[in-house]
């Protein structure tokens, strides 16, 4: 089966944000996208809400419950214990953890997972007993002892991180060694017992070779790239081009 298709409403969110308007619509462009086959939304709100505001979170519950109730919410953040109490409040089916400073712009690296195992693990046993998914954010070039610690935090899978994959976009042999990189990292995490979804500057462009070496990847989570695209084809047909690309893996 293609991997499946999270969209990331984050960058959305920081459009509206520039004025103090409804408009564009996180939960109107949502629905569009879960409409053209999107199989969930995903959000990262963040300490400042700069893009997601925790005001959105129950809205996008509300959607999916009510009209799309065989799609799934995905939260990602820090795991502060503001974090966890607005993922308990707003029930996602997966919840992302990433070890993001407030601070930064975006996500650039994933877990030491050895050295925020005793950190980690309490908080994985705390959501799971809520029911939901958990997902932690993995270096591209993880290693077998790391991936190891983050399964022993009782974690289901890890999302790989896409980024320098993403940025060597102008660079075939670099993309390779990336490449190289990703599917080690997911076979061994898949030895492990480990589910695999991706994220991060991931586009309709790159995204089949990711699919095509990594055959078993449950998911993708894509925002920026994806948001790009929508302003130039619109919402339904970029899901549709984004759908597609996953299964030309």
Not at 63 to 91: C, H, K, M, T
Not at 152 to 179: F, I, K, N, Q
Not at 188 to 205: F, K, P
Request: proline content about 7%.
């Amino acid at each position: 089966m293609p991997a499946k298709l999270s969209v990331n409403l984050n960058a959305v969110a920081m459009l509206r944000n520039r004025r103090d308007l409804p408009w564009p619509s996180v939960t109107g462009l949502g629905r569009i996208a879960l409409q053209a086959g999107a199989h969930g939304l995903t959000v990262h709100p963040r300490p400042d809400e700069r893009h997601i505001r925790f005001s959105d979170l129950p809205a996008i519950r509300a959607l999916i419950d009510d009209s799309f109730p065989d799609r799934e919410f995905n939260v990602e953040g820090y795991p502060s214990e503001a974090f966890l109490r607005l993922v308990e409040e707003n029930q996602p089916e997966q919840v992302t953890l990433v070890p993001d400073d407030p601070a930064q712009a975006t996500s650039d690296h994933g877990w030491d997972f050895a050295a925020a195992a005793a950190f980690l693990g309490p908080v994985v046993k705390r959501l799971k007993r809520k029911g939901f998914r958990v997902s932690l954010f993995c270096n591209p070039d993880e290693s077998e002892a790391g991936l190891r610690a983050a399964r022993e935090t009782g974690a289901d899978r890890v999302e790989l991180y896409t980024g320098p994959y993403g940025a060597s976009h102008d660079d075939p042999e670099r993309a390779e060694r990336e490449l190289d990189k990703l599917a080690r990292t997911a076979e061994a995490a898949a030895a492990l017992g480990l589910g695999v979804n991706a994220g991060h500057d991931l586009t309709v462009a790159n995204l089949p070779a990711l699919a095509r070496r990594i055959p078993f990847l449950a998911e993708v989570s894509i925002g920026h790239g994806l948001t790009a695209d929508a302003l130039e084809h619109g919402m339904a047909a970029t899901v549709r081009r984004f759908l597609d690309a996953c299964a030309a893996g």
